[in-house]
């Protein structure tokens, strides 16, 4: 065979999809109205050339009231023969200047109950603010009105609703706070027993939470006399490397952090032992 070729075939170059977007942006009320506007273009080829007859315009003026409005893009098609052009408009937010501030702490140790809402400032007349709450680093769309009670660390924030802030919703900067674990001692008891030979010694506790209708359970706890010998009031080495701490319906054991004494004291009483004498 001899192979022929063609000297030249057709193809088709695509427009670039490329999405232009307003850059957002937020003034108080008395600050300069923006002469320009920036925005991004997102998709263009590495090397493809930069965009020409791009522009953001907005209706506020210098006069405008508090509130948002449209940056608008406009491209020019004709002026990128390259680009298929999809536009995306932004927004100038005008505030009042009335900043939301959490003042003070609202960090606690575990009690059983929610914790109080913060205090706080800036709130404008006439409005009703919300007080959320989320855990710590959680997604923003967890956020909730619901106190934590849990221990744990978690963040606040107070947010006045669109519809009562004339259609432009204020939110302080969140705050961070934490409900520390309750600190609680364990009482433990070693039993008194007779002589055997061995150092070991029984031991059982016990807990008080000092919590309305909380209870926890404590196992694997075990001690060791100093000696084996008979004694009085002798000191028992506690070991917790295995103590496990539950709670009984209803209460989580992760809101308490327990503590143990080093060591308790009990007897290791004398045996009782007979000695008799052979009959011969």
């Known amino acids: 065979y001899e192979v022929m070729y063609p000297n030249n075939v057709t193809a088709t170059i ?6 232009v977007k307003a850059k957002d942006v937020m003034l108080t009320i008395g600050e300069t109205i923006p002469t320009t506007y920036e925005y991004t273009v997102e998709g ?4 493809g050339e930069e965009l020409q007859g791009i522009s953001c315009s907005c209706s506020a003026t210098q006069s405008s009231e508090a509130g948002e409005y449209d940056i608008t893009v406009t491209a020019d098609e004709n002026a990128n023969p390259n680009y298929q052009i999809t536009v995306q408009n932004g927004t100038l ?4 200047g009335t900043a939301i501030i959490i003042t003070g702490d609202i960090s ?13 400032t800036g709130v404008p007349q006439g409005t009703t603010p919300t007080v959320e709450y989320k855990k710590k680093n959680a997604s923003d769309d967890t956020y909730t009105t619901e106190a934590p009670k849990d221990a744990g660390e978690y963040q ?3 947010r006045i609703p669109d519809e009562q802030a004339g259609g432009t919703s204020q939110t ?4 961070e706070f ?3 674990p309750k600190q609680v001692i364990a009482t433990v008891t070693a039993q008194n027993k007779p002589y055997d030979g061995t150092p070991n010694a029984e031991v059982t506790a016990s807990v008080p939470t000092g919590v309305e209708g909380e209870e926890l359970n404590i196992t694997g706890i075990t001690g060791t006399f100093e000696n084996p010998n008979a004694g009085t009031d002798k000191p028992v080495t506690i070991d917790k490397t295995n103590a496990e701490v539950t ?3 209803g209460t989580n054991p992760a809101n308490y952090e327990v503590m143990y004494p080093n060591n308790v004291t009990a007897t290791i009483e004398k045996a009782q032992v007979t000695v008799k004498a052979k009959d011969v």
């Open 178 to 180: 934490t409900i520390h």
């Open 172 to 175: 302080s900067a969140p705050v």
């Open 44 to 47: 263009k080829p590495e090397n």
């Open 108 to 120: 606690k140790d575990y009690d059983g109950q929610p914790v109080e809402n913060p205090t706080y």
């Open 247 to 249: 709670g009984k319906t």
């Open 93 to 96: 937010k005008i505030t009042d």
């Open 14 to 19: 695509e427009k670039a999809q490329v999405t």
């Open 156 to 158: 606040v924030r107070v």
